[in-house]
């Protein structure tokens, strides 16, 4: 990998990430652009990479929200939201086929 790792910032997001898990460190990968949130206590270093093109409280909060211990919830956001979609799709279709017919 080229990049650095940041380990200050001015919104001090790399502390607070360090105070959610002390493993935690951010990555500026330079042939991507982006930000990375690497852990150096699991074996494959790398958590997540930001969607972001700077650090801010957007950081901390989505690195709080896909932490592993959410996954149960969020695999259930997202069925219940692919269930949605499903359904206005099927109703859709529906009147679209109801409108031919008339």
């Known amino acids: 990998m080229i990049g650095r790792v940041i380990d200050d910032d001015l919104?001090?997001?790399?502390?607070?990430?360090?105070?959610?898990d002390d493993g935690y460190f951010v990555f500026l990968n330079?042939?991507?652009?982006?930000?990375e949130?690497?852990?150096?206590?699991?074996?494959?270093t790398l958590c997540l990479v930001l969607p972001y093109d700077r650090l801010d409280e957007r950081t901390v909060r989505h690195v709080l929200y896909t932490r592993a211990?959410?996954?149960?919830?969020?695999y259930e956001r997202m069925e219940?939201?692919?269930?949605r979609l499903e359904a206005e799709q099927r109703k859709a279709?529906?009147?679209?086929?109801?409108l031919r017919i008339s």
């Open 11 to 20: 919104f001090g997001v790399c502390r607070r990430l360090k105070s959610i």
């Open 30 to 35: 330079y042939k991507t652009g982006k930000f």
């Open 37 to 44: 949130v690497h852990n150096k206590k699991d074996a494959r």
């Open 69 to 74: 211990e959410r996954a149960r919830e969020i």
């Open 80 to 83: 219940r939201e692919n269930a």
């Open 93 to 98: 279709a529906l009147d679209k086929a109801l």
